[in-house]
Every structure is written in structure tokens, then in C-alpha cells.
């Protein structure tokens, strides 16, 4: 018995009807599912009726870092459009019934700072205390996610999101890993999972490649031992993604067919058998 609960980012979904992947994933165990955080072009109403039909849950929302949608730009209206773009997540989670938005505080894929690091650490902080005390009203928890070195410089690894979480102070702002990069930028994945500890509140899982887990070379047997010794008892969410630099890409709806059943029903096996 374990209180680990399964997801999958349907961000790799793109291209289908969201019903086929909630059926998809309700039809291989999942416990949850991952939403694309573009609320704007997604029915709450629509989505939440299938996921009552298809008796799973909202686990989170993967929300997307534009350029216009960066907390930490050096212009003034970029941050402030950043900071409503996670309260527009927070709303849609809400209606959704999911209970966190991941977070990263750049752009995807910017690479070098704009202004002072120094004074883009507070604009981060300053930007995650606003949308985390919104988000705060609204029984939302906010995770603030390390992304490999080709996709962002501000928060690389575990031991700086924890420093930016410390920082934000509030209790739903917490820290999450996702093991792609985390495989990237840790010396020990699961000494860094350990160091987090109970603000551990969410979890991406990939392999080194970012397929299935078991098609990389990770070793995620430390691993699991890790999240079984610090308690953790939260969500272990797929986020597998096909070869490509910009992770955002397969939002152009190009189907990678290996990423939908085969994969999807591979994960949970996988995993299932380490916890
Ligand atoms: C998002 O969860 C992530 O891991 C980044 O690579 C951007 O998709
Ligand atoms: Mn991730």
C-alpha cells in the first residue's frame, strides 16, 4: 500500500480531443491528469463533467512560460502579465478541481538573465508572493519547478527552488522535480528529493531521454527509495516529451504515436512495480 498517485501530462496529448485522453489514461489506472495551463482556449466545464464521468481527478496544471509570460523580464508590464496568467491558472484549477500550477519563474527556453540576477531573484519573489497569496484564497498550491540549463538559468536545481520557496514563505508555495532535468543539473537525484523533504509537493517523472521511464538510463530505484524515506505522498506525473530542444513544440499538434497508449500504459507498470 502507498500514497503515491499516478498522473500524465497530457501536453504530449496535443492534436487529440481531451475526452480521448482522459479515457486514455482513466483506462490504464492513472489517478490523475496533467492540464496544459492555457485556460483561456479550454472548457473547465466541459473537462470537469469528463473527469467526474471518467471517475479520475485533476492533479495539476503545467502552465506555460512565454516570453509574455515572464516573472522576472525586465519590463514592468511582462512580470505583471506573468503574475495573471498564473492567477488565470489558478482559477482554471479551481473550476477543475486541480489542486497545484507549476511554476517556473523565466520564460522557457530563456537562457541568460535580462537585468541583475540579484534584482531578478526579488522580482521572482515578489511575483510568487502576489500570485501564491491569490492562489493562496483559492485552496491552489503553487510548485516552483528546476528546469535543465537549455531551458532556464535561474532555477536549475532543487537546493535553488527551495531557496526561492524559503524566500516566498507562503504554505501552498512549494518546491517539485522533474527527473529530465533533475537528471541534467543534480549530482544525486535522490539526494536532492531528500534535501527538499516535506516541501516536496509535486513530481515530474521522465527518463534520461525523456520517454518512458525504464527507456533511459536512469535509475530510478534510489530514487523511489528517496520519495518512500522523506514520506512523500503526493503525485508522480509523467511528463514525457519526443527529442526536441523546445519542449513547447509539441503543442504544434504533430502526433508522436508511441507517447499515447504504448507509452502512457508502460509509465504506470513501471513505476507501479518500484512502489
Ligand atoms: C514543464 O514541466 C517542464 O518540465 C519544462 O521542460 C517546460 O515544458
Ligand atoms: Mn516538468
Redesign the pocket.
Known amino acids: 500500500m502507498t500514497d503515491i498517485k499516478y498522473s500524465y501530462?497530457t501536453?504530449v496529448y496535443a492534436g487529440e480531443d481531451i475526452e480521448v485522453g482522459i479515457k486514455r489514461l482513466a483506462k490504464y489506472g492513472y489517478d490523475g491528469v496533467d492540464f496544459v495551463g492555457e485556460p483561456e482556449t479550454m472548457d473547465a466545464e466541459r473537462i470537469t463533467k469528463l473527469l467526474k464521468e471518467n471517475n479520475i481527478e485533476a492533479s495539476s496544471i503545467?502552465a506555460i512560460?512565454t516570453p509574455e509570460r515572464d516573472l522576472v523580464s525586465s519590463n514592468e508590464k511582462i512580470r505583471k502579465n506573468a503574475v495573471n496568467y498564473i492567477c488565470q491558472c489558478v482559477d482554471f484549477a479551481a473550476k477543475i478541481g486541480a489542486k497545484g500550477i507549476?511554476v517556473?519563474p523565466t520564460a522557457?527556453m530563456k537562457i541568460r538573465p535580462e537585468a541583475d540576477i540579484k534584482q531578478e531573484w526579488t522580482w521572482a519573489v515578489e511575483g510568487l508572493k502576489e500570485a501564491g497569496s491569490y492562489a493562496l484564497e483559492h485552496g491552489i498550491r503553487l510548485t516552483v519547478?528546476a528546469?535543465n540549463r537549455y531551458?532556464n538559468y535561474l532555477i536549475n536545481r532543487l537546493e535553488q527552488s527551495l531557496a526561492l520557496v524559503k524566500e516566498v514563505d507562503l504554505p501552498n508555495v512549494g518546491c517539485m522535480g522533474?527527473t529530465?532535468?533533475m537528471n541534467i543539473e543534480e549530482e544525486d537525484i535522490a539526494e536532492a528529493f531528500r534535501l527538499v523533504g516535506d516541501k516536496l509537493f509535486y513530481v515530474?517523472i521522465a527518463d534520461s531521454n525523456r520517454a518512458a521511464p525504464g527507456r533511459g538510463h536512469i535509475d530510478f530505484e534510489p530514487i523511489a527509495a528517496a520519495l518512500k524515506e522523506i514520506g512523500y505522498k503526493g503525485y508522480l506525473s509523467m511528463?514525457l516529451?519526443p527529442a526536441a530542444a523546445d519542449?513547447?513544440m509539441v503543442l504544434n499538434g504533430e502526433r508522436c504515436e508511441e507517447f499515447y497508449d504504448q507509452y502512457t500504459e508502460e509509465s504506470i507498470n513501471f513505476l507501479k512495480k518500484l512502489f
Open positions: 501530462n501536453l503545467c512560460y507549476s517556473t522557457c519547478e528546469w531551458e522533474d529530465y532535468h515530474h511528463e516529451l519542449p513547447f
